[in-house]
């Protein structure tokens, strides 16, 4: 069923403004079952890894149509072909159809008592003028599998913090494998209850999507059932401005070098104001 137009455009316009948006009713219930079924039996038959304490779960899947190019041998299964296939509908009418699939699809799977997840961003090309596009580069989409609260684990996030400096970002450890994997449940600035912070609690079904430059966690799970979520990650290719894209433009984009080379950077630095 086609979303309604005024929801789409208050989605497209809040991610633009905040740096994440919720669509619902987004996906169909039979497909959330299969995907719960799915999942479940990954989650019973994976080891997983101390180093996900914060995580809960971080089983990488590719799909079978649209391979990782970066982990070529990641196993792979047909469902997350359609997950990746799912949303296209969506992402057209919310101006996001020049993003395209890298290939896979995380399942993050909090566990009962499972901690809070430390604040972060996703963003890597932190020396690119592109880091101040007012539009998204590099989008994530999170198909929650269960109603999520303050009491299971729902994300946090601090909105407009994909385009604007704060405090957090001159003091946070660098995410996942760049350090976060390691860090002490009593980090005071990992876990900051920052006062500009929001919860977002989501209904099994809905789509959340979000910028990954915007600051976000999770709270820790205090239920008696895991909370999933399955994730994956859209980007566009062209560096240009989007066909679509009607508003101003940050001089430092025109600017730019067409051929300058990628470098991996985590850390926010002169582009992010």
């Known amino acids: 069923m086609p979303l309604p137009i005024e929801q789409i455009q208050t989605a497209r316009e809040q991610l633009l403004e905040d740096g994440f948006c919720i669509l619902d009713d987004a996906l169909e219930p ?18 997983l890894s101390p180093k996900w304490k914060y995580q809960g ?9 649209y391979r990782s190019k970066r982990s070529p041998e990641l196993p792979a299964d047909e469902i997350v072909d359609r997950l990746i296939e799912y949303p296209a509908g969506i992402l057209k009418a919310v101006e996001l159809d020049d993003h395209r699939s890298g290939g896979t699809f995380q399942i993050i799977s909090k566990p009962p008592n499972g901690p809070p997840l430390y ?9 690119d003028p592109v880091s101040m ?15 999520t609260n303050i009491g299971n ?4 996030v601090i909105p407009k913090s994909h385009r604007q400096r704060t405090d957090l970002h001159d003091h946070l450890v660098a995410p996942h494998e760049g350090g976060g994997y390691d860090i002490d449940e009593e980090n005071e600035w990992m876990f900051f209850d920052h006062p500009n912070a929001i919860d977002v609690p989501v209904k099994a079904g809905q789509l959340l999507i979000g910028d990954a430059r915007l600051l976000h966690g999770t ?7 895991r909370r999933t979520v399955l994730l994956g990650w859209y980007y566009r290719k062209s560096n240009d401005v989007p066909d679509t894209w009607l ?3 940050p001089q430092e ?15 926010p630095g002169r582009y992010l104001t």
């Not at 799915?38 to 994976?46: A, C, E, P, Q, R």
């Not at 596009?133 to 109603?147: A, M, T």
């Not at 709270?219 to 059932?225: C, E, F, I, L, W």
């Open 219 to 225: 709270r820790g799970n205090a239920s008696s059932s």
């Open 119 to 127: 604040w972060h961003q996703d963003w890597a090309r932190w020396d």
């Open 153 to 156: 684990g729902c994300l946090r």
């Open 133 to 147: 596009s007012p539009w998204p580069q590099q989008i994530f989409l999170n198909w929650y599998l269960c109603d």
């Open 247 to 249: 508003d101003d433009v």
């Open 57 to 65: 779960s971080d089983i990488h899947i590719s799909g079978i149509r």
């Open 253 to 267: 984009i025109l600017d730019r070098d067409p051929g300058l080379p990628f470098k991996w950077n985590r850390e």
């Open 30 to 47: 039979r497909f959330l079952c299969e995907l719960r079924d799915w999942s479940d039996h990954l989650l019973s038959t994976t080891r």
